[in-house]
């Protein structure tokens, strides 16, 4: 398992399954849409991996930055469990599967 430092303190990262991308939901963090929001993803997952809430999360990050941190150990250790994670890699391929068949369906219809 991967792990990222916030703070001096090592954390294991999560794996994306079907229950993280739920509470990631329930936090306000949709995965279609996580790129417009990626402070809010990144403070959602280090939330979850740290096992508090979000304003702990974010109190950790804020003072790891002040500090001359960085987010890459965090975002590289959740772009790594994305990779590895079997119900997130089904998720991508079905929403691809879904953009082809409506591709398919305007070019069929003439749009």
Known sequence: ?????INGKEYKSKEFDFN???D???MG??????????????RAY?????????KFAGREMQEHI????SFEDVT???SEAMEKSDFFRALQETA???EDEETQEQTADGN
């Open 1 to 5: 398992m991967n792990t990222f430092t």
């Open 20 to 22: 993280l991308v739920c």
């Open 24 to 26: 990631l939901e329930d």
């Open 29 to 42: 963090i949709s995965l279609e849409k996580a790129n417009e929001r990626p402070m809010s993803m990144v």
């Open 46 to 54: 280090f939330a979850f991996c740290a096992g508090k809430g979000k």
């Open 66 to 69: 002040v500090k001359g941190g």
């Open 76 to 78: 590289n250790a959740m």
């Open 96 to 98: 691809e599967n879904q």
